[in-house]
């Protein structure tokens, strides 16, 4: 148990705190890799748009080059990533266990790619996938597989002559070093880009894993993670992010050592910290391929937000599949729709990705693809320097909380009475991913232009830019997170926060009263109903909270309630009307026909303002898409915010916008999101809308020069209305930017 070397005292290890805490004093902080360069100064920054040819074992000698190199010239490319090795190597390796394609013969497929790429002035990431291994590895070093509880090597879930790799052991800290080393040294590349990077054998039991994990918090590797409170839990959380940041500190400083220009990126980082990240990466990659029928229209938006908002100003590339691989049953060799990879990818360009086209498999089949992308990147590189920002203007941010997501696990619902079975989608599920999703809809049904902001980055360097901060039920945040949000109200920010925000600790830990309790004008009184059927809320207004829906002496409320003490005497637009029956119909009335229970608290504090919702506003949003709801989130966000946004838009359909600075220019962005099914069906073909009237507030201090719509190609009507420039968009097809010349 007690490892004397870690000098971790063993009394701290049986608390979870102190487990964690002894695991974070283990590691070094990553320093620095290689000395980053300065902001606009790497090579990262040049290339705007990316092609990644995905080679299988089979291509050597079936795939088509000259298709390949054609399709780079037409589209404008300047960089690509190509498959290089771990999983299966595409050149002649030298590294022991590193099989090489059996299709490869005496050729090279990396290396003349990589060549023929770099003669067209190119830059080229190499790809490697380290997740699995092949059985002659395993024999020679059963130290490398990831194993199951029962000791068993983890056999590949479809390829039954591999096995998975742990990420914890020799395969990541002695094998792939080896063999990024051989192709930084080998090849002209100007990086290595890692897939399933972290692996993918989930919980492994190996002994590396097994005495490592045990000798730095004294627990055994837990058998499951699906109760996040446990300690061992938490302890084995930090232990293999520590791991990944180890990891990360080692590739970068192997290719890094090769080639004082060149980096290690990693296609995903999860819950990694941002700021420790950027220590260490100096360009993302986000690997988010597509969505599945679920997903809401404007999931690429939402990927590009989370990579800016861990990058900050440094590039973020967006990569997007032209296969069908974000179904369940991954058609990798059929491709999407024109009308879904047109949107899925302009939605990432309007939110500051630079495209990434991914092809699984440099054979092509199926080319329907082709035309989408070239149209696609032809017009981006034609406006290329439109895409060149140099600052986003949305005031509005929403936090993201990842230790909500990890930590934060709502009671069981308790279905209230003798009501039937409780639909899974009410079920508690850990985190607030429901609420999230509900505001992030109900921010782009509103047209309100905003960014994330990511809860370990609060110091007004990063949130002091934002006039409203939005927590939706951000449940775990800690002592500092809160006073730097009370720092941030005082100061003249506004917040939006819904249900039980600041209720638990960062480790998901129940507090007694909200640690916001302050800003919110009201305390816990202990009690949060799960299920809560047919309530209301009656409308005192008019107010700008009820605006549009002033006529409506009652709107719905939510189905989660939180319990709690107004600090003093409370005026609010909106109180409670209790749940009453909903069946039998005879029965459905209350005598309880009003109350004075604030469903809603506005404050001023500070120089501030704080809106609070004690119940699950968003969540319900997103399950019911009541449109009181929809109108009450955007009454708080404009209330809150004070002034009117800096861009904003009038016209039919659904518009996802973002408002963008370049060095001479500012950038208004309109997606056309508009589809039968625009919440969560595919796009089946495009719908163009208009017209659109957009408000644009210009930066101090610039004249007008020039106003340009980049889709139709033509200049804009404009006129000046009040220090604001109003721009006409007759039409959107997919993606229409408004381009601003600054004199
Ligand atoms: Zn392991």
Redesign the pocket.
């Known amino acids: 148990m007690e490892n004397e070397s870690t000098g971790i005292d063993r009394r701290l290890l049986v608390q979870s705190a102190g487990a964690v805490a002894g695991l974070l004093a283990l590691s070094p902080r990553g320093a620095a890799a290689a000395a980053t360069p300065a902001p606009g100064k790497g090579w990262e920054w040049e290339p705007m748009r990316w092609v990644q040819i995905c080679a299988t074992e089979d291509d050597p000698g079936r795939y088509d080059p000259d298709f390949w190199m054609g399709l780079l010239k037409r589209t404008s490319t300047q960089g690509v990533c190509l498959s290089a090795g771990g999983v299966t190597a595409f050149y002649p390796t030298k590294v022991p266990f590193h099989a090489r394609s059996p299709y490869l013969g005496k050729s090279d497929m990396f290396g003349d790619l990589t060549k023929a790429c770099k003669k067209m002035g190119i830059r080229v990431l190499g790809r490697v996938d380290p997740h699995a291994m092949r059985a002659d590895a395993l024999e020679a070093h059963p130290e490398w597989v990831?194993?199951g509880a029962d000791g068993a090597p983890k056999k590949h879930p479809t390829a039954p002559d591999l096995f998975l790799t742990?990420?914890?052991?020799g395969i990541t800290f002695d094998w792939m070093p080896k063999i990024l080393k051989e192709i930084a040294s080998t090849y002209p590349v100007d990086g290595i880009f890692g897939n399933r990077w972290a692996g993918s054998?989930g919980i492994?039991?190996?002994?590396?894993?097994?005495s490592e994990f045990k000798a730095a918090s004294g627990f055994d590797v837990p058998l499951s993670l699906a109760n996040p409170q446990a300690p061992e839990v938490k302890a084995y959380n930090v232990w293999v992010d520590e791991k990944r940041y180890a990891q990360l500190k080692l590739w970068g400083d192997v290719v890094t050592g090769v080639n004082p220009n060149a980096f290690f990126t990693p296609g995903t980082w999860g819950r990694l910290d941002p700021v420790r990240l950027r220590s260490t990466i100096r360009a993302v990659f986000s690997d988010r391929q597509g969505r599945n029928g679920q997903d809401p229209a404007w999931l690429n938006g939402r990927s590009a937000k989370e990579a800016y908002c861990t990058m900050q100003d440094r590039p973020v590339s967006g990569i997007f599949a032209v296969g069908e691989t974000s179904t369940p049953y991954r058609f990798e060799d059929s491709c999407q729709s024109s009308a879904e990879l047109a949107t899925y990818i302009h939605d990432g360009l309007a939110h500051g990705f630079r495209p990434w086209m991914t092809k699984f498999k440099a054979e092509v089949f199926d080319k329907r693809w082709v035309p989408v992308v070239e149209q696609a990147y032809t017009w981006h590189a034609k406006h290329e320097n439109y895409f060149r920002h140099t600052g986003n203007l949305a005031r509005v941010a929403m936090v993201q909380s990842d230790q909500t997501g990890t930590y934060y696990v709502p009671p069981a619902t308790q279905a209230a009475g003798n009501r039937e079975v409780v639909p899974e989608a009410a079920q508690p599920r850990a985190g607030n991913g429901d609420y999230v999703r509900g505001f992030y809809q109900g921010l782009v049904e509103s047209r309100i232009p905003f960014n994330l902001a990511d809860e370990r980055q609060l110091e007004p360097d990063y949130i002091g830019r934002y006039q409203v901060l939005v927590l939706p039920n951000v449940a775990a945040l800690s002592d500092k997170q809160c006073a730097q949000l009370r720092d941030y109200v005082e100061k003249g920010g506004a917040i939006v926060a819904t249900h039980e925000t600041s209720l638990y600790d960062e480790w998901g830990k129940p507090r007694a009263n909200f640690a916001l309790s302050e800003l919110f004008g009201c305390d816990y009184a202990g009690k949060t109903d799960q299920r809560v059927q047919n309530s209301y809320l009656t409308v005192h207004g008019p107010h700008p909270l009820t605006t549009g829906f002033d006529d409506a002496p009652r709107i719905m409320a939510g189905t989660k309630l939180v319990h709690v003490r107004p600090h003093g005497a409370v005026s609010a637009p909106l109180t409670l009307v209790p749940s009453y029956p909903d069946l039998p119909m005879e029965r459905v009335f209350t005598n309880v026909r009003q109350t004075d229970t604030p469903m809603v608290f506005l404050r001023n504090v500070g120089k501030g303002r704080v809106v609070y919702f004690p119940f699950d506003l968003d969540r319900c949003f997103w399950e019911t898409s009541n449109q009181d709801h929809l109108a009450l989130l955007r009454n708080a966000v404009r209330w809150a915010a004070g002034t009117d946004q800096p861009m904003m838009v009038k016209g039919p359909g659904m518009v996802d916008v973002s408002y963008w600075r370049q060095k001479d220019s500012v950038t208004a962005h309109l997606v056309n999101l508009t589809n039968p099914m625009a919440m969560k069906g595919y796009m089946r073909e495009i719908l163009p809308m208009g017209p659109y009237s957009v408000s644009l507030e210009l930066p101090a201090g610039r004249t007008v020069k020039a106003v340009r719509l980049l889709e139709a190609g033509i200049p804009a009507n404009t006129r000046n209305e009040a220090g604001r420039l109003l721009v006409d968009v007759p039409r959107i097809t997919v993606h229409e930017v408004i381009a601003v010349d600054l004199a």
Do not use: F, L, T
Request: proline share 7%; aromatic share 8%; charged share 15%.
């Open positions: 990831a194993r742990c990420p914890n052991g054998a492994c039991y190996c002994g590396v894993c097994k």
